[in-house]
C-alpha cells in the first residue's frame, strides 16, 4: 500500500493520560499536515512540516499538543492530559510540495472518556 | 491566513435532481481545491484549480474557479446515491501556504 497510514485507527484512553499517534505518509512526500475533524465540521488545521522543519502552528493548538517529524519522514502527533474535548478524529494528510494533491489517511479517532 | 466559506451547510435532493455548492473568499485565492468524505471515511482529492474563470468537468461534475479568484463551485448533474458525502474546498492559504478547509456541504440523496 503506498498511500497515507496511520496508527492506531482508534484509541480509548481517560482523562489526563497521554496519547501518541504516528503517520506515514507517502515516502516522496515533503509534507505532512495534522488536522482534527469533529461530527459535521470540516478539517480543522493543526499543524504542518515541510521535511522536517515545523512550518506553522494553529494558534488552536494548545500547548498540549506537540507534534514532530524528525527525519523529514514519519511525524507523530503527542497530546499531553489529555481532556474529554480532544475527542475527534486525527487526520494526517501529505503533499509534493505546495499547491499540489493532497492525500489523507485514514485518521485516529480518539475517545477521551 | 485565507479562509474559504462554504454555503450551504447541508443539502438534500431527490436522487436525479442537481446539486451545488458554493466556497467564498474574501481575498484572491492562488488556488482551489475540491475533496469528497464518504459517510465514514477520509477526505478523498477530487481536482485543483488555479486559472482564472476555469472550469473542469469529471463526467457529472463541473468545477469552476470565479474571474477574480474569490470563489468556486461545484455542480454535480442528475445525482446518484453515490454522490452522498460532504464535499470540501481547500486553499493553499496562510502565512507559511498551509492547506486549510471550509467547513463543507453535507449531500444527501434520497432514491
Known amino acids: 500500500d503506498t498511500g497515507v497510514s496511520q496508527d492506531p485507527r482508534h484509541k480509548i484512553t481517560k482523562r489526563g493520560q497521554n496519547v501518541t499517534f504516528r503517520c506515514d505518509p507517502i515516502?516522496?512526500?515533503?509534507?505532512l499536515y495534522w488536522y482534527r475533524q469533529t461530527l459535521g465540521q470540516g478539517p480543522e488545521f493543526l499543524t504542518y512540516f515541510q521535511n522536517e522543519a515545523q512550518l506553522e502552528k494553529s494558534r488552536l493548538l494548545s500547548d498540549r499538543f506537540s507534534a514532530e517529524r524528525p527525519k523529514g519522514s514519519f511525524s507523530t502527533l503527542e497530546i499531553q492530559r489529555t481532556e474529554q474535548g480532544d475527542s475527534a478524529m486525527y487526520l494526517c494528510?501529505?503533499?509534493?510540495?505546495?499547491?499540489?494533491?493532497?492525500?489523507f489517511g485514514p485518521g485516529t479517532r480518539l475517545t477521551v472518556l | 491566513g485565507q479562509q474559504v466559506m462554504q454555503i450551504p451547510q447541508y443539502q438534500h435532493v431527490q436522487e436525479g435532481e442537481d446539486f451545488t455548492t458554493y466556497c467564498n473568499s474574501s481575498?484572491?485565492?492562488?488556488?482551489i481545491q475540491w475533496y469528497k468524505q464518504r459517510p465514514g471515511g477520509h477526505p478523498v482529492f477530487l481536482i485543483q484549480l488555479v486559472k482564472s474563470g476555469e472550469v473542469k468537468k469529471q463526467k457529472r461534475l463541473t468545477f469552476q474557479f470565479g474571474e477574480a479568484k474569490k470563489n468556486s463551485s461545484l455542480h454535480i448533474t442528475a445525482t446518484q446515491t453515490t454522490d452522498v458525502g460532504t464535499y470540501f474546498c481547500g486553499n493553499y492559504g496562510g502565512s507559511q501556504g498551509n492547506l486549510i478547509f471550509g467547513k463543507g456541504t453535507k449531500l444527501s440523496v434520497k432514491p
Open positions: 494528510a501529505s503533499s509534493l510540495g505546495q499547491a499540489t494533491k493532497g492525500f
Open positions: 515516502s516522496e512526500h515533503n509534507r
Open positions: 481575498t484572491t485565492l492562488s488556488n
